[in-house]
């Protein structure tokens, strides 16, 4: 009997000691698990902090001489503008490089007014002068160096000239016919008067380039666009 319940009491500690065994086997696991994740996320950081971000783009260049088209969003004109005046305008159509559309159409332009020179009233033409000064790239005013659109009208100088002098001709003829000498005279006054009224009304015309208006612009210089 006695020796029965030896045996039993060995038996019991054995599995208790089996038990703790098992216990501290699978805490070992456990714990070394964790550690080999902690050691692999902190590894994963190091390389992902290591890892340099990668480098921009290169920009893109629409080259000197690119031809484009733009329209006008309010009239300018050589009576109606003064130099130094902004205008507004749109592109009319892609701007493209290799291909690629870089500048698509509707883009905001802006410009100046370089010169406005109205007709005179006896001599000397018309002139308009304008050029672009910047476009929007991505919602961004990028400067730009444009070729300039000119405009002329030439003046009716040397017609009204003639208007004036055959004015004056005709008025001496009457005076000379109703009596010579001071009656010539009073003639060519009054003749030379008519003739420079008929001049300020011949038909000259100023430049007016209205809205909506298609100008063509060459840049002078290249432009540099960073995507």
Do not use: W
């Amino acid at each position: 009997m006695r020796l029965r319940s030896l045996s039993a009491l060995t038996l019991v500690l054995l599995f208790a000691l089996a038990a703790c065994n098992k216990a501290a086997n699978q805490s070992a696991t456990s714990t070394a698990q964790s550690s080999a994740t902690s050691n692999a996320a902190g590894a994963g950081g190091q390389q992902a902090a290591s890892t340099p971000a990668p480098a921009p783009p290169p920009p893109v260049v629409v080259p000197a001489g690119t031809t484009f088209t733009v329209k006008l969003g309010q009239a300018v004109g050589s009576k109606i503008s003064s130099a130094g005046d902004a205008f507004p305008a749109t592109l009319a159509e892609d701007i493209q490089v290799d291909g690629n559309t870089v500048i698509a159409a509707g883009a905001a332009v802006k410009g100046t007014v370089v010169q406005a020179q109205p007709l005179g009233k006896i001599k000397g033409g018309a002139l308009l002068e304008v050029r672009l000064t910047s476009i929007s790239v991505g919602g961004v005013d990028q400067p730009i160096d444009t070729t300039a659109v000119e405009r002329t009208e030439k003046g009716k100088g040397k017609r009204n000239a003639e208007i004036a002098g055959g004015g004056a001709a005709l008025g001496g003829i009457i005076g000379a016919v109703a009596g010579g000498g001071k009656g010539a005279a009073i003639g060519l006054l009054a003749g030379g008067g008519a003739g420079g009224a008929g001049a300020a009304y011949t038909g000259n015309k100023e430049i007016v380039l209205p809205a909506e208006a298609a100008l063509s612009f060459k840049l002078k210089a290249p432009l540099q666009i960073n995507k």
